[in-house]
Structures are given as structure tokens and as C-alpha cells.
């Protein structure tokens, strides 16, 4: 019997850096713009924040994304998880639980009572569509102006040496 040769695919590093690295620096950079401008915001419809507490547990733990839809392309409604601004203008992330006439009455999951403050429409940001574990303490760190510039330099050393002939 004569023995088959078993071809064995190589993984070809180059063309999964050509796939990676441009998404990977998209996906950065539309998180700043988004994350500096509120018309952007709501033109493309969608921004990232960490969450910092562990106010919505087991739903989301402290370093998770929570992916935010923005309010005028969405329909808020009870039990819906949304981020706004408190009257302090602190981010929170929480579980809508009731809705009112002044507004709405929120509540993190994994707290015993609901929020102080009744939330108004105007202080929505938007709803919570879905979260991304762990990665927000590197995006925030990826976020950094001085990061941002190292990265840069980054992918400019990248394209000179990858590019070279």
C-alpha cells in the first residue's frame, strides 16, 4: 500500500495582517471620532462604552463594551438596558423597569433598589444592543492621546517595512 502524502496548509501571516490590521484600526478610529462628537454619534448610529461598575452583573461585569445604539434610531420600552446621563452627568448603563408619565424608572440588575432619578427622554443616549466582554479596559487604553500617537507611528513603521521592496 502506498502511503498518501498529507498536504498540510500553511497559514499565509501576511494576508491575515492585511485583513486584521486595517479593521482593527477602522474600528479604533471610528470609536474616537464617535466617542468625540455627537453628530457623528448619531450619523452613524452607534457607540462603545466601558462599563466601570458592577451595577449590571451578570449582564455585564466591570471591562466589557456595551455596544450603544443611539436614541433617535431606536424604540426604548421596558426592560430594554440603555446608557444615559444622569443629573450629574455621569454615564450609567441600566435595566429600564418601568415607565411613567415623567419618564423612566431604571435599575441595575444586580442592585437592590431602583435609581434615585427619574430618567428623561433627554437624557438617554441610547439602548444597549450588545457587549463585548473584557475588551474595554484595552480600548480605553487604545483610546489614549498618547497611544493613538504610538500607534500611528505604529502602523507607519508597518506599511515602510511591510511595503518595502
Do not use: C, W
Not at 449590571?56 to 436614541?71: A, L, N, Q, S, W
Not at 450609567?92 to 415623567?102: A, F, G, K, L, Q
Amino acid at each position: 500500500m502506498e502511503a498518501k502524502k498529507v498536504e498540510k496548509k500553511k497559514i499565509n501571516i501576511s494576508k491575515i495582517l492585511n485583513i486584521v490590521v486595517p479593521i482593527l484600526f477602522v474600528i479604533l478610529a471610528l470609536n474616537i471620532m464617535t466617542a468625540k462628537s455627537d453628530k457623528l454619534f448619531e450619523i452613524i448610529g452607534y457607540r462603545s462604552y466601558t462599563v466601570l461598575s458592577g451595577s449590571m452583573e451578570p449582564r455585564f461585569y466591570p471591562g466589557d463594551i456595551v455596544i450603544t445604539k443611539h436614541k433617535n434610531k431606536t424604540d426604548i420600552q421596558v426592560n430594554d438596558i440603555v446608557t444615559y446621563r444622569d443629573n450629574d452627568g455621569v454615564i450609567i448603563t441600566h435595566r429600564v423597569i418601568e415607565e411613567t408619565p415623567e419618564g423612566y424608572i431604571t435599575k441595575g440588575d444586580n442592585n437592590n433598589v431602583e435609581d434615585a432619578d427619574i430618567l428623561t427622554k433627554e437624557n438617554i443616549i441610547g439602548e444597549v444592543k450588545f457587549n463585548i466582554p473584557k475588551i474595554g479596559y484595552v480600548m480605553d487604553f487604545l483610546s489614549k492621546p498618547m497611544v493613538i500617537a504610538a500607534e500611528m507611528i505604529l502602523l507607519a513603521v508597518f506599511i515602510f517595512f511591510y511595503y518595502k521592496d
